[in-house]
């Protein structure tokens, strides 16, 4: 009889179903990165003059910063000079205008994810923006958000058709000088989508984003940017899955979101990039920069993110709560096995008056990997009544792994009211054998304590997303009765 | 129902159970009693099939299978339920979706259709009142902060919904007052029937006061050293353990 450990184990580290390649012709620059480069990046996407400007700038200041080691990760030396920063499906210059007009291969690659993006297939009620390493090479149902007054289109196209909306915002929640991932796609992003909900608007449907890096030796910088206006509402998703590959790839993105008064966001994301093999050859290098600015009273943005990809995340999906009454929450479910590391965590910067915020993380890991978060609560003098209530519990599965818990706080304000609750527990065998000993099937079992550990995150994510979710993590959706 | 044939059960190198022989027709409930380390729960171990256990010797058959060839979840799938001495914890896992998912792996087992949420909410519901225990157990997690007497109710309570032919009751009784164990045994009384057996692990007499045995056997050492009737645990609890271990000498 095998050991129960090495069940967990099994089921935990399922093999990774995405990795597969999609063979396309390609248009990739020569790996290097210089200021010539990002010129042609910036002209092959026919973009306005600030534009270029402010990659030249983020891309001068860049050189003069060094990578930030203060988290708990081992990182192999990264030389970004031998990365190509463009790599897009070669078709004609002109981007599908339908989606008739895709290249079936790419059409193909989506519906093997499980994101057909062929409107009358896909579940209704989801708008998808599909990014292929460095280009989106779909929108769906934009006409039927446009009547809604919502703008929901790749970055790209977003600074050709709407330049001062974009220009207005970008970089005002994540500066060009803010860290150096930051930096680094500031200057060099390629796509990523944009959104602008106008106000009192609530957006008729779930808009996502699927990525999907494919060619070798390339970098995706995605850049988000997301922008609730008064009053409005929006659900966005993300996903993000790549081919198995031996040398790691590194991706950077951005995401900045802006809401005004009485607005509200749900961003979710289901981050399954590939974690390299179980010895820890390859794998994404996911070093991402969220941050969402409560500019106006009464908003509230929420992170939900399930993490079980990539061979080292650093991702810390943060809060400025600005406006007065505002909230912020960040719901996370941090899944590492094998070799991965994840350092993840959120910040959340209360400013306003009665800001109030959540986070609930949860950590697994198994194998020999090292799980960590890292949480920053900062009450500012001028948020009187500030809460904040901070949850980390740590399950590990086998005893060659780790969990680590750094959570800072950092209070100026008096009558701020900061709560934190820690746990970390373990699946025992004698818990494996009591499932068992009710018919429930080893692997049923794990998966039924690892969701039940998770529920209080998933119960957060949409539910389509939930779904795929617990698919990935290897659970069956824990049913409610009565 | 279940013949357990010279057993021989070790831990690492160590010699727990050194032979026992043990016969369950459909229908008999039949006590163990026995001193402390005799090997009681080792033995409940090993029929339900908890790794770490190893038999050097024996053999058991159950319905006419071989029941040690059986992962522990066939064997329970096939209707052996042991009501652990020390039942565990589950956090995050609630009573109600544990019981579901357990009922479902058996009917499945079964060729049988998943239980209708309505069907089964109610069926729990009838049950966990014959139990005396509150509903919100249902939606506690299992077994999470509930007291000693509470977690041998759940146990009863998980029995009485999966219907088990072969039912191993170990130390049920320990941490029982007085009226629990009224609950527990009436409980476990409603389950018998000519087709279902029990084992049942214990160390007082009292709880043979409320299920009738039809044979109490002695482990002591590894070994069954007496059998009788109901009468033999009221001698044990007059004379104590010495008395049957003197007479084996
Ligand atoms: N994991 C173990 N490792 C070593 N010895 C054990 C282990 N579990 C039980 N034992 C020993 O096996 C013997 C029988 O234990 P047990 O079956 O629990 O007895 P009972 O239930 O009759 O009190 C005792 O001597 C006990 O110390
Ligand atoms: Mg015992």
């Known amino acids: ?482 | 129902m279940i013949s357990i044939k010279n057993l021989h059960v070790s831990i690492g190198d160590k010699a727990i159970l050194k032979g026992v022989n043990l016969e369950i027709p459909a229908g008999e409930v039949h006590a163990i009693m026995g001193p402390n380390g005799a090997g009681k729960s080792t033995l409940s171990h090993v029929l339900s099939g908890k790794a770490g256990y190893t038999v050097t010797e024996g053999s058991v058959t159950y319905k006419g299978q071989d029941l040690l060839a059986l992962e522990p979840e066939m064997r329970a799938r096939e209707g052996v339920f042991l009501a652990f001495q020390y039942p565990v914890e589950i956090p995050g896992v609630s009573n109600i979706y544990l019981l579901k998912a357990a009922l479902n792996a058996m009917r499945k087992h079964r060729g049988e259709a998943e239980v209708d949420a309505l069907d089964f909410l109610a069926l729990v519901k009838d049950k966990i009142k014959t139990l005396e225990m509150d509903e919100k157990f249902l939606y506690r997690a299992v077994n999470e902060g509930f007291s000693g007497g509470e977690k041998k109710r759940n146990e009863i309570l998980q029995a009485t919904i999966l219907e088990p032919s072969f039912c191993i009751l170990d130390e049920t009784d320990s941490g029982l007052d007085i009226d629990a164990l009224k609950v527990v045994s009436a409980g476990v009384n409603a389950l018998r029937d000519e087709a279902r057996s029990f084992l049942m692990i214990t160390h007082y007499q009292r709880l043979l006061d409320y299920i009738k045995p039809d044979v109490v056997h002695v482990l002591a050492d590894g070994k069954i050293v007496k059998s009788g009737g109901p009468e033999l645990a009221l001698e044990l609890e007059a004379k104590g353990y010495h008395w049957v271990e003197e007479q084996v000498a």
């Open chain 1, 1 to 482: 009889m095998s050991s129960s450990a090495e069940e967990i184990e099994k089921v935990i580290g399922q093999k990774y179903k995405d990795g597969f390649v999609t063979d396309i012709e390609v248009e990739t620059f020569e790996p290097g990165l210089n200021e010539e480069i990002i010129a042609r990046l910036s002209a092959i996407k026919g973009e306005p003059e600030f534009m270029l400007e402010y990659r030249l700038q983020a891309f001068r200041h860049w050189q003069t910063m060094k990578e930030p080691n203060w988290a708990q990760l081992k990182i192999d030396p990264i030389d970004y000079y031998s990365i190509s920063y463009y790599s897009a499906p070669k078709k004609d210059s002109d981007k599908p205008q339908s989606l008739d007009e895709i290249d079936p291969e790419l059409l193909e690659t989506y519906k093997k994810l499980g994101i057909p993006l062929d409107e009358q297939e896909r579940l209704a009620g989801v708008a998808v923006d599909a990014v292929f390493d460095s280009v989106s090479v779909a929108t769906t149902f934009k006409g039927k958000l446009k009547d809604a007054g919502v703008i929901f289109c790749p970055i790209s196209e977003a600074l050709q058709e709407y330049p001062e909306l974009v220009k207005q915002y970008l970089g005002t929640v994540v500066s060009e000088k803010d860290n150096f991932f930051a930096t680094l796609n500031a200057a060099v992003f390629t796509d990523g989508s944009f959104v602008y909900i106008p106000k009192g608007v609530r957006c008729p449907m779930e808009l996502s984003t699927y990525f999907r890096i494919n060619a070798a030796n390339t970098g995706q910088f995605e850049r988000t940017l997301i922008i609730a206006d008064e009053g409005s509402h929006v659900s966005y998703l993300e996903g993000c899955t790549a081919p198995m590959r031996d040398e790691n790839q590194l991706h950077a993105a951005v995401v900045e979101l802006v809401l005004m008064d009485n607005a509200e966001i749900k961003y979710s994301t289901v981050q399954n990039w590939y974690p390299g093999d179980e010895n820890g050859v390859g794998g994404i290098y996911n070093f991402v920069t969220k941050r969402a600015e409560c500019r106006g009273a009464n908003s509230k943005v929420s992170w939900t993110q399930v993490e079980t990809g990539s061979a080292i995340t650093w991702k810390y999906p943060s809060c400025v709560l600005l406006g007065d009454n505002s909230v912020g929450e960040f719901y996370s479910v941090a899944v590492t096995n094998n070799c991965q590391q994840a350092d993840t965590g959120t910040k959340m910067i209360h400013i306003g008056k009665n800001t109030r915020s959540t986070i609930i993380s949860k950590g697994i890991s198994a194998g020999r990997s090292q799980n960590t978060y890292r949480g920053l609560v900062k009450v500012a003098k001028s948020a009187e009544g500030a809460r904040n209530y901070t949850q980390c519990d740590s399950l590990l599965v086998g005893d060659k792994c780790a969990a680590h818990t750094f959570p800072y706080v950092e209070v100026k304000q008096p009558s701020a009211q900061i709560e934190h609750e820690a746990t970390t527990s373990k699946i025992s065998e004698d818990q494996l054998f009591f499932c068992q000993q009710r018919g429930i099937s080893p692997e049923d079992a794990v998966s039924m304590i690892v969701n039940g550990f998770c529920k209080s995150v998933f119960k957060e994510l949409p539910m389509e997303f939930a779904v795929e979710a617990q698919a990935l993590l290897g659970l069956s959706l824990e049913g409610y009765v009565g």
